[in-house]
């Protein structure tokens, strides 16, 4: 996973929502959001149906008033801005683009209600069917153009006024995997091109993982945490972000001993003491989780022999063998399955582990999130 260099290098952050709620009647649909995004930054907003994602990013580019709180742009407060007011572009979730305009004239549209000289329309329509690669597409209507052509077409429209402010509602949504991941790069090249600020918003969190220099995890109208994608995915702050990013192994259990930075905890469900490392002081008895990713996990047919790494006996129940790496359901005696995924490295002399082996699963102290929330 990549991800790009944080750009929130300005002295003052280029958007900043304070306090930011939006309630339909008695419903809570954002619930005092706080944050700050740096010029050039390409931000993503990331969580499941319904937890307030266009709601917030309707209220940025003013299409809903918010119940409480302020929006910031550029040290501007634009919160009782018009939509029009804002240095703001918007690319809805359904982008509506009009069927009986071409390719040229949808992206031209905005720049004529704004009256922009004709000939300033022709070049500027030009460089950015030259950027989306439309160019050979500019005569076509839109039901001559595949799901994901029309999609730029959209993408064009709203990059062709220049906003300081793009926020794209699941831009990529309609796009199948390969064009997806196609137009994920296109659009962090565009965006470094053109510098402009990104807020997109997806349910998709690999797409979160590739294209964000931040991500917000949002749930229930909340940000549970807000951090580069590699911070969300090995730091996360609690058990709804571990569980909602990528693969991860849960086991809840007390704190049996704790010192010098490191803990040891008792859980049935591991069946024996896990350690792991935390800077934060914790009581003896208090309830934690460790969480360890299935590619930190060690697997062998035998007992490792490192005293300080964890280590969980087990039997293979399942396993999946693709190519490079193999997935493995390892049950612990407790009952509890553990995701295992390794590289397959194998030397000749080994042979590839099968169902019903006996085996160990083990994995260093640094591997282990130690989570209290
Ligand atoms: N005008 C409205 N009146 C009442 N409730 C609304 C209104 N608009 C949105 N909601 C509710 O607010 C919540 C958040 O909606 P929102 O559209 O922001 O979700 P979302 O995160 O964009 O979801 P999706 O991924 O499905 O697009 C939903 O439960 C929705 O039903
Ligand atoms: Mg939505």
């Given at each position: 996973?990549?991800?790009?260099?944080?750009?929130?290098?300005g002295s003052?952050?280029?958007?900043?929502?304070?306090?930011l709620?939006?309630?339909?009647?008695d419903?809570?649909?954002?619930?005092?959001?706080?944050?700050?995004?740096?010029r050039?930054?390409?931000?993503?907003?990331?969580?499941?149906?319904?937890?307030?994602?266009?709601?917030?990013l309707?209220?940025?580019?003013?299409?809903?008033?918010?119940?409480?709180?302020?929006?910031?742009?550029?040290?501007?407060?634009?919160?009782?801005?018009?939509?029009?007011q804002?240095?703001?572009?918007?690319?809805?979730?359904?982008y509506?683009?009009?069927?009986?305009?071409?390719?040229?004239?949808?992206?031209?549209?905005?720049?004529?209600?704004?009256?922009?000289?004709?000939?300033?329309?022709?070049?500027?329509?030009?460089?950015?069917?030259?950027?989306?690669?439309?160019?050979?597409?500019?005569?076509?209507?839109?039901?001559?153009?595949?799901?994901?052509?029309?999609q730029?077409?959209?993408?064009?429209?709203?990059?062709?006024?220049?906003?300081?402010?793009l926020?794209?509602?699941?831009?990529?949504?309609?796009?199948?995997?390969?064009?997806r991941?196609?137009?994920?790069?296109?659009?962090?090249?565009?965006?470094?091109?053109?510098?402009?600020t990104?807020?997109?918003?997806?349910?998709?969190?690999e797409?979160?993982?590739?294209?964000?220099?931040?991500i917000?995890?949002?749930?229930?109208?909340?940000?549970?945490?807000?951090?580069?994608?590699?911070?969300?995915?090995?730091?996360?702050?609690?058990?709804?972000?571990?569980?909602?990013?990528?693969t991860?192994?849960?086991?809840?259990?007390?704190?049996?001993?704790?010192?010098?930075?490191?803990?040891?905890?008792a859980?049935?469900?591991?069946?024996?003491?896990?350690?792991?490392?935390?800077?934060?002081?914790?009581?003896?008895?208090?309830?934690?989780?460790?969480?360890?990713?299935?590619?930190?996990?060690?697997?062998?047919?035998?007992?490792?022999?490192n005293?300080?790494d964890?280590?969980?006996?087990?039997v293979?129940?399942?396993?999946?063998?693709?190519?490079?790496?193999?997935?493995?359901?390892?049950?612990?005696?407790?009952?509890?399955?553990v995701?295992?995924?390794?590289?397959?490295?194998?030397?000749?002399?080994?042979?590839?582990?099968?169902?019903?082996?006996?085996?160990?699963?083990?994995?260093?102290?640094?591997?282990?999130?130690v989570?209290?929330?």
């Open positions: 996973m990549t991800g790009n260099t944080n750009k929130n290098t003052h952050p280029f958007i900043e929502l304070k306090d709620s939006k309630h339909f009647g419903f809570v649909a954002v619930d005092t959001v706080n944050l700050q995004i740096g050039g930054e390409l931000f993503s907003i990331l969580g499941a149906s319904g937890c307030g994602k266009t709601t917030l309707r209220m940025m580019a003013g299409f809903e008033t918010p119940t409480s709180g302020r929006i910031f742009i550029d040290g501007v407060d634009v919160t009782d801005q018009a939509p029009y804002r240095p703001v572009n918007m690319m809805f979730q359904s509506a683009i009009f069927p009986h305009m071409t390719v040229e004239k949808n992206v031209a549209y905005g720049l004529e209600k704004d009256r922009v000289s004709k000939g300033e329309i022709k070049t500027r329509v030009s460089e950015i069917l030259e950027l989306v690669q439309l160019t050979r597409f500019s005569k076509r209507k839109p039901n001559q153009l595949s799901g994901g052509e029309r730029r077409v959209a993408l064009a429209r709203a990059l062709v006024k220049r906003p300081k402010v926020l794209l509602d699941e831009p990529l949504a309609a796009l199948d995997k390969k064009l991941e196609h137009t994920q790069f296109e659009l962090m090249n565009i965006q470094d091109e053109l510098g402009i990104f807020v997109v918003v997806t349910h998709d969190q797409e979160a993982m590739i294209l964000s220099s931040r917000a995890v949002m749930e229930k109208g909340r940000f549970e945490q807000v951090g580069t994608p590699k911070e969300v995915y090995e730091y996360p702050d609690n058990r709804f972000v571990a569980d909602f990013i990528g991860i192994n849960m086991f809840e259990g007390t704190v049996e001993t704790a010192g010098d930075g490191s803990i040891s905890v859980s049935d469900e591991a069946g024996a003491p896990l350690t792991g490392l935390t800077d934060r002081i914790m009581e003896n008895g208090v309830k934690v989780c460790i969480a360890v990713r299935p590619e930190k996990i060690f697997i062998s047919q035998h007992e490792p022999e005293q300080e964890t280590c969980l006996p087990g293979v129940e399942d396993l999946g063998y693709f190519g490079n790496l193999s997935l493995y359901r390892i049950r612990l005696d407790s009952g509890k399955i995701q295992v995924s390794a590289q397959n490295r194998r030397r000749s002399a080994e042979r590839f582990l099968e169902w019903d082996d006996r085996v160990f699963i083990s994995w260093p102290p640094r591997s282990a999130i989570l209290t929330e």
